[in-house]
Each structure stands twice: as structure tokens, then as C-alpha cells.
């Protein structure tokens, strides 16, 4: 996701609202912090400009010193829930094993994600967005504790110091537990300003940590949305209308319902619902149902009349993101110039937690169990559908089994809201392999013209880009749509690391019929990553030149860009002789505040089949909280973009998706997985987030290596069966 509108309106929140601390007695005692999360920009049509302000976090301390921290973001597996503790136990001083994690309810105001706007999980912003704010309130809270201490024994402060959950007077050696101190501890003024160690003093920050998490997800106490076990739930299995925008004509209900463990059947408009004792049951009852369909409007729509909308659209003049000099007139003009066309397909999220929600309509109130990247979204819009207000909407927030932006999508949960209306008691409403990915909520079909007129040592004297796409922007965040942009769309093409003279990055928006688009982790960077890096290799081999040569003396003005090449080429033997039939490629990503370079290998067998055998990936995230983890989003990223980039792709037939499962929606096998490996540099630099350019460069990387083994290029994802026999 594209942020940097909102991370330029928080760089001018005050110091005083960067961080607001309200000391106040616990229920049963203790010490209670909130900490203020708020950008109070006004971002999304959910923000109220001058709301009071709230604490979006809180850290709570017991009497027994337990350390709770009330969790804004949720955990889909990029490692969170022990990043998010090493800020609060750094400045703390607890043992980062003792602060334990409490899911937030449902809040856009209390619990912002300052960098977005709205209470959510994604955009790579949970560590952006709290690492100085969650230092500072851990800071504040262990001043107070110490503050607290020194009045009891009447000594000077400075006389005292915290360390592993107790405060100890140097003189003495008298010593205090937390827990002995709370009460007195909130009962003392909120210091301001607060000094923070500096990084040579980090006991935590910056050393790898064991996931907190870990265990639980091991010995199965951890609870995802699917775990969910309301006391007489019933299972419902559901199936939409294969065409967009179809609607449900008759399903056969007496021989669902003859089906043994079948209790009802749920008829909406495009879509029914079989409700069971079990999954099983509900599945049977299902496929006797046997529904028919209107196809609707879209019925005979295909892949070719998208690619053909596509095309068309970008011969049309769009909205223009960037601008500078006269690129066309240069381009035209030039003796020396260079064009290509790029398309990139509908990619589906695949998550491995089959999607899933459990709701109980009950009188005067609605419980829900599931997994979301976005609560405070998903609550508003029950409360649309239902009546409710918000406070009658209770959503219980589960660990992810895999987001990837599909869990910030809330159309799940209303389904699961629209058949348990119908429903007496609670019930699981459980999509399958199929049905989730015939109705996904797609990454958009892409489609790119980009051009550059070049100067006699072949360096780009203009550059001119042109996309067309379908704009995720417009629907989740209208008031980011400035001057018909989408700053998602545009934001690798309008924010180059590199120097290229004149340059102009045009949008079109084209809406695919009746197929909705969402987020697939990081679409800006994403999709755009690809487009940039693709281009600036055929760049290199038109001018005869070093990929990396070529790009690093564009890149004067961006030393971390630079240096991050230098070393992701540096690990993998750059210019090292291969064996035919082999190649390296590489690539750059800058975005989310991070910058990441990764070199491929590949071999390319006689059949064509593209076997990725090793990744180089270094990276520059600013300062790292918890290197393990860092290490483990980049692998995972790499993974995830080389399932794209070789397979990956959706496909519409007569107004329908024809992929349905693993089989035909392939993801890269362990078989198939290249060695990764992965190198960090260290710096202060403030901290970028991780979650998505590890995809986003793997991506550009690949085809890049393709070209180098092959000699062919590869403008359209996936690699599929392009390559072709040698």
C-alpha cells in the first residue's frame, strides 16, 4: 500500500500528542498507560477531525508485575506480537517474555494505525508507525516506577535505576518489584519528554529474539478465526454465484435438507448457504442442493475483452502523477530510444486459513469470531447491514493464518452476518478452496506502456510511463484519489530511485465488469517494482551494458539504494561465469520506508521449465528490531512473489474465474524453493517496514535472470510457458 501521503501529515504531530500518557488507578490496582497512536489527519471518511483525543495502545502493570499490552495490530505471521513487545520491554525494562498481548476491540478513533488513518494491520506500517511512540510510553512508565521507588526510600532518582521488572537503589542495593510499586507509581504527574536510549545502549533492539508466538502455534493452544468453538455452533458452507454479478435462480432444499446433520438452508440474493452439524454434512447437503444461476450481465465476459479494455485505455491521455520536462518531444525526437509493453495478471490470495467467520445474532447484539486485518471497518459495516450500533457488534480477533490484504477485505464477514440472520444460535460459515479463490477479491490486471529516449552512453535522457489498471484507491480510500491519481498505482513509477532525465507517469483508471480488486501484499510497490526493474534491464542490454553497472550510475543521488546493490551483487559472485543455461538477474525495490536488492539464479532446462536455484537478498530496513524476523519476512516475501511471478495468475472464462484450487492456482513447493539468503545492514536509520518489498523485488529479479540464461525477455506474468525448448 502506498502511505506516504499520510507518513508527510504525521511528520507535524506535535511532541505532546507524539506521545500522551494518563496515569490512573487499574481496576483492582496497578499502573495503566495509554499511549497516543493519533495522526489526527483527516484520512478516511471514518476519522472525525476533531475528535478528543484517546489512547490508541495501552500497557497495563499488575500488582504481580505483569506486563499486558493491549495490541493494535493482529498477527498474521510477521512475527508482531514479538517485535511490537522489544519496543515496550527496551525502554521498559522487562524481559520482553513477560509482556504479554491482548487483542484490541474494534476502534478507528482509540486505536489508529497512525500511517493509515483507520484501526489496521498492513502497508508494512506496525513498526513505522510505533516504534518512537512505544519507546516513549515504555520510557515514561519506567520513570514513573523508579520515580516511585526513590519517594518511598527518600532518595534522589538519579540514585536509582530499573532493570528486569525491579528497581534497585545503587547505594543500598534495596530493591523493588514493579509490581510492589504501581499503585504509587499512578498516582505520580506524567513526565514529559522523556530521554530514550540511544542505540548503542539497546539490550533488545536489534538482537534476534524467539517468537513469542511460536509455541502456541506448535502445541495448538493458538487460536485462529477457524478455532472457534461458541457453545452450540452450528457449520455452514457457502456457494456465491460463479459469474460476477450473477444471482441465484433454485437449489433443489428438499434434498439438501434429506442430507443427515443438514439443518436449513439460506437463500440470498446471490449466494446460498447450507447450515449442518458439521462441515461435512453441510458440503453434501451442498452439492445435493445443486443451485442454479443467472449468469447476470457479465456472463460472456473473458481475459481477452479485459486485455482488450486495457489496451485501449492506455492510448488515451491519463491523469499525471509526475511531470518534469518535455519527454515526449525528447523521446520523439531521439536517434536512440527504447519501448515496451508490460501486463500483469489478476493474482488471487490463496491464504492458507481457509476464510471463515463465525457469527451469533442474538437479541440486542451480534458476537463475532474471525480473523481481520481491519475491526474497526468490518464493525461499521455489520452495523450498516444489521441496524446494530457499534457498541451491540462485538468482534472477537483471532490470529491470521495469512492476510496478504485478503483479511482487509470485510465481504466475508457480511456474508457470514447475512446467513447467520437466518440462523437460530451461533454458526461458522466456511468458504472452501474453491469458492475462496472463484471469489476473491483480486490483485488488478495491469497494464503498462513505458518508453525512453537515450543519450549516446545510452543513460536515459526521458522516460515516459502510461498504466492502466483497475484502482483499489477509488473504493477503500476515496479521499487518497487526488486529481483522478491513485498514488498506490503510480507509486514505483512516480517515485524512481534512479535518474532519468525528463519523465512523465500518466494513469487511466479502467474498472475490469463486475470483478473486484483489493490489495496483494504491497500492490503499488508490487506490481510496480516489476514494470521499473524490467525496464531499466532492457535499458542495460540495449546500451550493451552491466545490469548493475547500468543501474548503479543512475543511482548518484541514493547511496542506500546504491550500497544495497553493491552488496546483493557482492554475495551472489556478480559477473561470475554460469554454465549455459543459467543466468542472474537483479533488482531494486525502494519502498516502505526500506531498501531491498536481490539477485536470482536460475537455470532454464532444455524444455523451458524455470528452476530459481538461489536468492541473494540484502536489505536495508533502517534499524532492525528483531533480525529473525526481518530475515524471516524477506523469505517468505521471495517465496510468495516467485509463486506469482512463475504461476500465478486468474483467469475468466464466460464471466467466471477457471482456476479453483492448488492445482491450477499453483504456489512454489518446498521442492521448489531456491536457497535464500539474506543480509542486513546495520545502520540507525529510522525503521521501514518489511512485509511487502521482499515480493515486490523477487519479482523483476527472476525475469531479469530469465533474460541473462536465455536471451529472452519476459513482459508479461507469469513466466508460464513463455521461455519455450531450447
Same mark, same amino acid.
Given at each position: 500500500?502506498?502511505? $506516504?501521503?499520510?507518513?508527510?501529515?504525521?511528520?507535524?504531530? !506535535?511532541?505532546?500528542?507524539?506521545?500522551?500518557?494518563?496515569?490512573?488507578?487499574?481496576?483492582?490496582?496497578? %499502573?495503566?498507560?495509554?499511549?497516543?497512536?493519533?495522526?489526527?489527519?483527516?484520512? !478516511? #471518511?471514518?476519522?472525525?477531525?476533531?475528535?478528543?483525543?484517546?489512547?490508541?495502545?495501552?500497557?497495563?502493570?499488575?500488582?504481580?508485575?505483569?506486563?499486558?499490552?493491549?495490541?493494535?495490530?493482529?498477527?498474521?505471521?510477521?512475527?508482531?506480537?514479538?517485535?511490537?513487545?522489544? %519496543?515496550?520491554?527496551?525502554?521498559?525494562?522487562?524481559?520482553?517474555?513477560?509482556?504479554?498481548?491482548?487483542?484490541?476491540? *474494534?476502534? #478507528?478513533?482509540?486505536?489508529?494505525?497512525?500511517?493509515?488513518?483507520?484501526?489496521?494491520?498492513?502497508?508494512?506500517?506496525?513498526?513505522?508507525?510505533?516504534?518512537?511512540?512505544?519507546?516513549?510510553?515504555?520510557?515514561?512508565?519506567?520513570?514513573?516506577?523508579?520515580?516511585?521507588?526513590?519517594?518511598?526510600?527518600?532518595?534522589?532518582?538519579?540514585?536509582?535505576?530499573?532493570?528486569?521488572?525491579?528497581?534497585?537503589?545503587?547505594?543500598?542495593?534495596?530493591?523493588?518489584?514493579?509490581?510492589?510499586?504501581?499503585?504509587?507509581?499512578?498516582?505520580?504527574?506524567?513526565?514529559?519528554?522523556?530521554?530514550?536510549?540511544?542505540?548503542?545502549?539497546?539490550?533488545?533492539?536489534?538482537?534476534?529474539?524467539?517468537?513469542?508466538?511460536?509455541?502456541?502455534?506448535?502445541?495448538?493452544?493458538?487460536?485462529?478465526?477457524?478455532?472457534?468453538?461458541?457453545?452450540?455452533?452450528?457449520?455452514?458452507? @457457502?456457494?456465491?454465484?460463479?459469474?460476477?454479478?450473477?444471482?441465484?435462480?433454485?437449489?433443489?432444499?428438499?434434498?439438501?435438507?434429506?442430507?443427515?446433520?443438514?439443518?436449513?438452508?439460506?437463500?440470498?440474493?446471490?449466494?446460498?448457504?447450507?447450515?449442518?452439524?458439521?462441515?461435512?454434512?453441510?458440503?453434501? /447437503?451442498?452439492?445435493?442442493?445443486?443451485?442454479?444461476?443467472?449468469?447476470?450481465?457479465?456472463?460472456?465476459?473473458? !481475459?481477452?475483452?479485459?486485455?482488450?479494455?486495457?489496451?485501449?485505455?492506455?492510448?488515451?491521455?491519463?491523469?499525471?502523477?509526475?511531470?518534469?520536462?518535455?519527454?515526449?518531444?525528447?523521446?520523439?525526437?531521439?536517434?536512440?530510444?527504447?519501448?515496451?509493453?508490460?501486463?500483469?495478471?489478476?493474482?488471487?490470495?490463496?491464504?492458507?486459513?481457509?476464510?471463515?467467520?463465525?457469527?451469533?445474532?442474538?437479541?440486542?447484539?451480534?458476537?463475532?469470531?474471525?480473523?481481520?486485518?481491519?475491526?474497526?471497518?468490518?464493525?461499521?459495516?455489520?452495523?450498516?447491514?444489521?441496524?446494530?450500533?457499534?457498541?451491540?457488534?462485538?468482534?472477537?480477533?483471532?490470529?491470521?493464518?495469512?492476510?496478504?490484504?485478503?483479511?482487509?477485505?470485510?465481504?466475508?464477514?457480511?456474508?457470514?452476518?447475512? @446467513?447467520?440472520?437466518?440462523?437460530?444460535?451461533?454458526?461458522?460459515?466456511?468458504?472452501?478452496?474453491?469458492?475462496?479463490?472463484?471469489?476473491?477479491?483480486?490483485?488488478?490486471?495491469?497494464?503498462?506502456?513505458?518508453?525512453?529516449?537515450?543519450?549516446?552512453?545510452?543513460?536515459?535522457?526521458?522516460?515516459?510511463?502510461?498504466?492502466?489498471?483497475?484502482?483499489?484507491?477509488?473504493?477503500?480510500?476515496?479521499?487518497?484519489?487526488?486529481?483522478?491519481?491513485?498514488? #498506490?498505482?503510480?507509486?514505483?513509477?512516480?517515485?524512481?530511485?534512479?535518474?532519468?532525465?525528463?519523465?512523465?507517469?500518466?494513469?487511466?483508471?479502467?474498472?475490469?465488469?463486475?470483478?473486484?480488486?483489493?490489495?496483494?501484499?504491497?500492490?503499488?510497490?508490487?506490481?510496480?517494482?516489476?514494470?521499473?526493474?524490467?525496464?531499466?534491464?532492457?535499458?542495460?542490454?540495449?546500451?550493451?551494458?552491466?545490469?548493475?553497472?547500468?543501474?548503479?550510475?543512475?543511482?548518484?543521488?541514493?547511496?542506500?539504494?546504491?550500497?544495497?546493490?553493491?552488496?546483493?551483487?557482492?554475495?551472489?559472485?556478480?559477473?561470475?561465469?554460469? *554454465?549455459?543455461?543459467?543466468?542472474?538477474?537483479?533488482?531494486?525495490?525502494?519502498?516502505? /520506508?526500506?531498501?531491498?536488492?536481490?539477485?536470482?539464479?536460475?537455470?532454464?532446462?532444455?524444455?523451458?521449465?524455470?528452476?530459481?536455484?538461489?536468492?541473494?537478498?540484502?536489505?536495508?530496513?533502517?534499524?532492525?528490531?528483531?533480525?529473525?524476523?526481518?530475515?524471516?519476512?524477506?523469505?517468505?516475501?521471495?517465496?510468495?512473489? %516467485?509463486?506469482?511471478?512463475?504461476?500465478?495468475?486468474?483467469?475468466?472464462?464466460?464471466?467466471?474465474?477457471?482456476?479453483?484450487?492448488?492445482?491450477?492456482?499453483?504456489?512454489?513447493?518446498?521442492?521448489?524453493?531456491?536457497?535464500?539468503?539474506?543480509?542486513?545492514? $546495520?545502520?540507525?536509520?529510522?525503521?521501514?517496514?518489511?512485509?511487502?518489498?521482499?515480493?515486490?523485488?523477487?519479482?523483476?529479479? %527472476?525475469?531479469?535472470?530469465?533474460?541473462?540464461?536465455?536471451?529472452?525477455?519476459?513482459?508479461?506474468?507469469?513466466?508460464?510457458?513463455?521461455? /519455450?525448448?531450447?
Amino acid at each position: 500500500m502506498n502511505t $506516504k501521503p499520510i507518513e508527510t501529515q504525521v511528520a507535524s504531530v !506535535s511532541r505532546r500528542n507524539f506521545l500522551k500518557v494518563t496515569a490512573t488507578a487499574a481496576i483492582g490496582g496497578g %499502573l495503566m498507560l495509554g499511549f497516543d497512536l493519533s495522526a489526527r489527519a483527516a484520512v !478516511s #471518511d471514518e476519522l472525525t477531525t476533531n475528535a478528543p483525543f484517546t489512547p490508541n495502545a495501552f500497557l497495563r502493570i499488575d500488582r504481580t508485575g505483569k506486563v499486558v499490552f493491549v495490541m493494535p495490530y493482529i498477527e498474521m505471521g510477521q512475527g508482531t506480537y514479538t517485535s511490537i513487545p522489544m %519496543l515496550i520491554a527496551e525502554e521498559l525494562e522487562v524481559d520482553v517474555n513477560n509482556v504479554v498481548i491482548e487483542h484490541s476491540p *474494534p476502534d #478507528d478513533k482509540v486505536y489508529i494505525n497512525p500511517l493509515i488513518g483507520i484501526q489496521m494491520t498492513g502497508g508494512s506500517t506496525a513498526i513505522r508507525g510505533s516504534y518512537m511512540r512505544l519507546r516513549q510510553g515504555g520510557a515514561a512508565a519506567r520513570v514513573m516506577l523508579v520515580n516511585a521507588a526513590s519517594q518511598r526510600w527518600n532518595v534522589a532518582a538519579s540514585e536509582c535505576f530499573a532493570e528486569k521488572g525491579v528497581v534497585t537503589h545503587s547505594r543500598t542495593g534495596r530493591n523493588l518489584s514493579y509490581g510492589e510499586l504501581v499503585d504509587a507509581a499512578a498516582k505520580l504527574p506524567v513526565p514529559e519528554n522523556v530521554p530514550l536510549k540511544a542505540p548503542a545502549d539497546f539490550k533488545l533492539i536489534g538482537t534476534p529474539q524467539r517468537r513469542l508466538d511460536t509455541a502456541g502455534k506448535v502445541d495448538g493452544s493458538a487460536k485462529y478465526g477457524i478455532d472457534s468453538r461458541p457453545a452450540g455452533m452450528k457449520f455452514a458452507v @457457502v456457494a456465491a454465484a460463479p459469474t460476477f454479478g450473477g444471482r441465484l435462480l433454485g437449489l433443489d432444499e428438499t434434498k439438501a435438507k434429506a442430507v443427515p446433520g443438514v439443518t436449513q438452508v439460506v437463500r440470498l440474493n446471490d449466494a446460498v448457504a447450507i447450515v449442518a452439524v458439521h462441515t461435512w454434512a453441510a458440503k453434501q /447437503g451442498l452439492a445435493a442442493a445443486a443451485p442454479q444461476w443467472d449468469g447476470g450481465s457479465n456472463a460472456a465476459l473473458s !481475459s481477452a475483452d479485459i486485455l482488450a479494455h486495457l489496451a485501449s485505455a492506455v492510448d488515451r491521455p491519463g491523469a499525471v502523477a509526475r511531470h518534469e520536462g518535455d519527454p515526449e518531444a525528447s523521446i520523439a525526437q531521439a536517434a536512440d530510444k527504447l519501448g515496451a509493453v508490460y501486463q500483469q495478471p489478476f493474482l488471487a490470495h490463496a491464504t492458507m486459513e481457509p476464510m471463515n467467520c463465525t457469527v451469533h445474532m442474538a437479541k440486542g447484539g451480534c458476537d463475532i469470531w474471525v480473523g481481520t486485518q481491519i475491526p474497526g471497518r468490518a464493525q461499521k459495516a455489520v452495523a450498516k447491514l444489521t441496524g446494530l450500533e457499534l457498541r451491540q457488534i462485538r468482534i472477537h480477533n483471532h490470529l491470521l493464518g495469512g492476510g496478504f490484504g485478503r483479511r482487509l477485505e470485510y465481504d466475508g464477514i457480511v456474508r457470514a452476518v447475512q @446467513v447467520a440472520q437466518q440462523v437460530s444460535g451461533p454458526v461458522q460459515v466456511i468458504w472452501s478452496r474453491e469458492e475462496d479463490i472463484q471469489h476473491d477479491m483480486y490483485r488488478p490486471y495491469y497494464y503498462d506502456r513505458i518508453s525512453a529516449a537515450l543519450d549516446a552512453d545510452g543513460k536515459p535522457l526521458a522516460w515516459a510511463h502510461r498504466i492502466a489498471g483497475s484502482s483499489i484507491i477509488a473504493r477503500y480510500f476515496p479521499t487518497y484519489l487526488k486529481d483522478g491519481i491513485d498514488g #498506490d498505482a503510480v507509486e514505483s513509477s512516480a517515485n524512481l530511485p534512479y535518474g532519468v532525465g525528463a519523465i512523465k507517469v500518466e494513469w487511466i483508471q479502467q474498472e475490469p465488469p463486475g470483478i473486484p480488486t483489493a490489495f496483494w501484499r504491497g500492490v503499488g510497490v508490487t506490481r510496480g517494482t516489476f514494470v521499473v526493474e524490467s525496464f531499466i534491464d532492457e535499458l542495460a542490454a540495449h546500451a550493451k551494458q552491466d545490469p548493475l553497472a547500468y543501474r548503479l550510475a543512475l543511482l548518484d543521488k541514493n547511496p542506500r539504494a546504491r550500497a544495497v546493490l553493491s552488496m546483493a551483487a557482492e554475495q551472489a559472485g556478480w559477473g561470475k561465469p554460469l *554454465p549455459q543455461g543459467q543466468g542472474r538477474g537483479i533488482a531494486l525495490c525502494t519502498g516502505f /520506508g526500506s531498501y531491498i536488492a536481490q539477485v536470482i539464479q536460475v537455470a532454464v532446462d532444455r524444455d523451458g521449465a524455470v528452476n530459481p536455484t538461489r536468492v541473494w537478498c540484502a536489505v536495508d530496513c533502517g534499524i532492525t528490531i528483531n533480525p529473525d524476523t526481518a530475515r524471516a519476512q524477506m523469505e517468505s516475501g521471495i517465496v510468495f512473489g %516467485l509463486s506469482g511471478a512463475l504461476y500465478g495468475e486468474i483467469t475468466i472464462k464466460d464471466g467466471r474465474v477457471e482456476q479453483t484450487n492448488f492445482g491450477d492456482y499453483r504456489v512454489l513447493r518446498i521442492n521448489e524453493v531456491p536457497k535464500i539468503d539474506v543480509q542486513l545492514v $546495520k545502520n540507525t536509520e529510522a525503521p521501514g517496514g518489511l512485509g511487502e518489498p521482499g515480493t515486490s523485488c523477487v519479482m523483476p529479479a %527472476l525475469a531479469n535472470a530469465i533474460y541473462a540464461a536465455t536471451g529472452k525477455r519476459i513482459r508479461r506474468l507469469p513466466v508460464g510457458d513463455q521461455v /519455450g525448448a531450447a
